[in-house]
């Protein structure tokens, strides 16, 4: 096995942020960094008022990073922040030759780029790439180039760089084209699919959204600790219990700084979710910023346009919480608790969604063919009857109940809308 990328990851305190939270990013860069193959040697954080517009850090403290970087002997810096262009060109600058500079979205990429199994996310991965590399195409960077590279004159340097940037254009256009087509079958099987409604599972990466997908499938998906263990989302037919069924959806995870130029690609792969008659809003209830990361969620759906009424929140994981107790959810929001990993609450977690899907319970009135001593047997036997009226041929009946209770008893067919003939 090859070697792990020695790196170092670099944090910026504003007065935005605070010193907590920002080791907690880097917390999470570490992770992100390891899924990537790399290993972090050390890490480093400035405080200062506002990032520097040319250097991101100021250039006195990227002074010591080029120290402690070439004295740790790694390969790589990786910023926590987004690093435009002009960044990265005047970064390298100051950094020894043979150090590569990435940000987080470079490492996200990376991952994505090493998870993608499906043609699609394969060509959603690579587009992404692209897009992110063609601004930021310098001598160091350009993968192309790489081989000229050594030849030392600036003048050919320059060109090779313009034949990689027209090289990466066109690849661009091609992928553009390829994956328009890829969508649109895609959404032609979608149409096919039969009517039964379908639930979407997304969340913060490492949540338990292909955990809590292979308890109810009973799938064998890929579950890892691991960030973005999901690329390609998965549809299986699930059981709600009263035997009432419904597609389920797993997605590829959310994470914040998730830059736009990174999500656009994605976004047919969110589609799933921003389609689904519910969606799922999955959190890892036990993790130190599980408020963040529900944050994360929401802000990412809202771009995505699913509003708040399609959404259920999950809280997964309750067995890490003391006295198994979920949190409360900020804004009286309701969840459901749950945890995927032993399956405590998994059947009032069904009785939700059923609920949620089919209407919650109100009043309901049913008229049952007497004809039918099958049907009127079940009637009668349902929990929270209010009235009950026989007539020549007819049973009226009127239940506090929901849709899921009613069809489950087979008695959906016998609805109706009031209590007295229309
Ligand atoms: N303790 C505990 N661990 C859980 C639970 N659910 C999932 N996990 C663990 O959390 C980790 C991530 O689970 P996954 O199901 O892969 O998470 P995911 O949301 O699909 O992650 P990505 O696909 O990377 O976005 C795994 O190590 C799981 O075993 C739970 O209810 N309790
Ligand atoms: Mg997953």
């Known amino acids: 096995m090859a070697a792990r990328e020695a790196t170092l990851i670099v944090g910026l305190i504003t007065a935005d942020t605070s010193r907590s939270l920002v080791e907690e990013h880097l917390d999470e860069l570490e992770n992100l960094v390891d899924t990537a193959g790399g290993i972090v040697v050390d890490r480093l954080s400035q405080e200062r008022e506002k990032p520097d517009p040319a250097t991101l850090v100021g250039s006195g403290f990227l002074d010591r990073v080029a120290e402690i970087a070439e004295n740790l002997e790694v390969q790589s810096v990786v910023f926590d922040e987004d690093l435009s262009a002009s960044q990265i060109r005047n970064i390298e600058k100051k950094l020894p030759e043979n150090i590569k500079i990435l940000d987080r979205a470079a490492v996200i990429l990376d991952i994505f780029a090493l998870r993608a199994r499906s043609r699609e996310a394969q060509t959603q991965v690579e587009l992404a790439q692209l897009n992110y590399l063609l601004p930021r195409l310098t001598r160091r960077w350009s993968h192309l180039s790489r081989q000229a590279g050594g030849i030392g004159t600036r003048g050919v340097g320059e060109t090779q760089l313009e034949i990689d940037r027209r090289i990466i254009t066109r690849r661009i256009a091609l992928l553009k084209s390829k994956l328009a087509v ?19 599972l997304v969340g913060y990466t490492n949540a338990g959204k292909s955990s809590l997908f292979r308890r109810l499938s009973r799938a064998d998906v890929l579950v890892e600790d691991r960030l973005f263990a999901t690329l390609d989302p998965r549809t299986r037919r699930i059981d709600l219990g009263h035997n009432i069924a419904a597609l389920l959806v797993d997605t590829v995870g959310f994470v914040r700084k ?23 809003h999955l959190v890892d209830a036990s993790h130190p910023a599980w408020e963040e990361h529900l944050r994360v ?12 009424g399609r959404v259920q929140i999950v809280l997964n994981k309750v067995d890490r ?10 804004g ?11 399956g405590t609450g998994i059947s009032e977690f069904r009785a939700g969604i059923r609920s949620r899907l089919l209407g919650a319970p109100e009043v309901r009135v049913l008229r ?20 009950r009226h026989f007539e020549d041929e007819f049973l009226r009946l009127a239940i506090y109940s929901d849709e899921a209770q009613i069809a489950a008893h087979g008695l959906a067919p016998y609805r109706v809308a009031r209590w007295e003939e229309e």
């Not at 589609?271 to 799922?280: H, N, Q």
């Not at 006295?323 to 900020?330: F, H, N, S, V, Y």
């Open 182 to 200: 890829i969508e649109r079958d895609r959404r032609l099987r979608r149409k096919r699919r039969s009517d039964i409604p379908t639930l979407a």
């Open 258 to 280: 998730l830059p736009h130029h990174l999500v656009a690609p994605f976004r047919s792969t969110l589609e799933e979710a921003s389609d689904a008659d519910l969606v799922l």
């Open 368 to 387: 049952i063919p007497l004809e039918n001593p099958e049907a009127v047997q079940q009637a009668i036997t349902l929990p929270h009857q209010l009235a």
């Open 332 to 342: 009286g929001l309701p969840g459901l608790p749950i945890s995927a990993l032993e």
């Open 321 to 330: 919480l003391p006295g198994r107790r979920p949190p409360r959810l900020p």
């Open 297 to 308: 969620g929401q802000k990412t759906l809202e771009n995505l346009d699913v509003d708040r």
